[in-house]
């Protein structure tokens, strides 16, 4: 199966083919047709299944071919106002994942001349304004900020005809349910929804039957369970000898690239800390680091010689890393969910990886 036979227009092949895919995921082979045919859609998938381009691919399309159609009422709309509206509207429960989905629109719509932006809170708004100013086709936005930019008159979504929602069931977790119900009453009820979720607990199950209508449902890896190209093992270690099992495991395995989570901010920082001064280089990420610090970790760790990178669950969420070889669990997940959503950052998208995890007797 290729891209070509899934009916994707012309600019989106060619970016495609620009970044090298060569044939579709399960994930985007289900929900690209479906999408495309204009239909309510729901998917359990984990981050690495490919499941940004599943929704992004078949919505770029669609909003060009609305764009092209003079006499459905967006593209009236445009014209009498000279200016782009925001035709759809792509939720996510982080800034990183946020800015991740807003790189792939980039990506696979270079030529498509629509335009995308992104939209998180913890900086300043200034610039955020600005690109809406300007006009966007797409936008991409974490639940606060975004409620922020509509009651200050910024945000109009009035004219959205594709409301995705991604980590859903995260999205919950970090307790945007009120939020996520005031967008959604700021949206058209005529519209397409597309909702994806790692996982299907009952109350992402009762907002899918809320917000979309028949949806088609796609499930790429069952709830729950693991990808199937990482293997896994456990070391029973003990808290006090943690720290030194993980710097010899780490000699051992050397140039990998290597992710190790930890459950607590200040226990991320502690074992980057310990490991530089064992002489192994190691960099950290939490949700206490400002935006511009974080990025600038996400750029060392994507360079060529990354250096270890000890993260908490929440800043990993939605950071796309292709080719990390290991991830360690240096403390026991508290869920099966995190314990998936860890893992599933190695092996992403058909490659190999290996997931470590230390295990102390009182876990
Ligand atoms: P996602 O699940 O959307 O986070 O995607 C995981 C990774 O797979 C990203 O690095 C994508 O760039 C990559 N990817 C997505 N679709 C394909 C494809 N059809 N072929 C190869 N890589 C892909």
Redesign the pocket.
């Known amino acids: 199966m290729n891209f070509e036979s899934l009916s994707l227009s012309k600019p989106l092949l060619r970016s495609l083919e620009a970044v090298g ?1 060569s ?3 399960p994930i ?1 082979q289900e929900t690209i047709p479906h999408v495309l045919k204009g239909r309510d859609v729901v998917g359990c998938a984990q ?7 599943a929704f992004a691919l078949p919505t770029l399309q669609r909003l060009m071919e609305s764009a092209n159609r003079p006499t459905t009422g967006a593209g009236q709309r445009r014209k009498r106002s000279g200016r782009r509206v925001i035709r759809s509207l792509i939720l996510s429960p982080t800034r990183e994942l946020a800015a991740q989905i807003g790189q792939s629109l980039a990506t696979y719509g270079s030529f498509t001349g629509l335009r995308n932006t992104v939209i998180y809170g913890g900086v300043k708004q200034h610039s955020q304004v600005k690109a809406l100013r300007s006009g966007v086709d797409i936008l991409v936005a974490t639940p606060g900020r975004l409620l922020d930019l509509i009651g200050q008159g910024h945000v109009h979504l009035d004219h959205v005809e594709v409301l995705i929602l991604d980590e859903a069931d995260q999205m919950l977790d970090m307790g945007f349910i009120l939020d996520l119900r005031k967008i959604v009453a700021e949206v058209p009820g005529e519209r397409q929804t597309l909702m994806f979720s790692a996982t299907m607990p009952p109350e992402i199950r009762s907002l899918a039957k809320e917000w979309l209508r028949r949806p088609y449902e796609v499930q790429s890896t069952p709830v729950a369970s693991t990808p199937k190209l990482v293997s896994q093992s456990v070391y029973f270690v003990e808290r006090q000898n943690k720290q030194s099992t993980l710097t010899r495991f780490l000699q051992g395995i050397k140039t990998a690239k290597t992710l190790v989570f930890s459950r607590t901010k200040r226990g991320a920082d502690k074992i980057a800390h310990r490991l530089q001064r064992d002489g192994i280089r190691a960099i950290s990420i939490h949700g206490d680091k400002s935006q511009s610090k974080r990025q600038a970790v996400i750029r060392q760790f994507n360079t060529a010689r990354p250096p270890v990178l000890v993260a908490t669950d929440l800043a990993s969420r939605g950071l ?1 890393f ?1 080719d990390i070889s290991y991830v360690i669990n240096y403390d026991l997940p508290n869920t099966p969910e995190i314990y998936v959503h860890r893992i599933g950052r190695t092996a ?2 058909g490659a190999t990886g290996q997931a470590v995890t230390f295990c102390s007797g009182d876990e």
């Open positions: 895919y044939e579709p995921t985007q981050t690495g299944t490919g499941k940004t381009a796309d292709s992403r998208a």
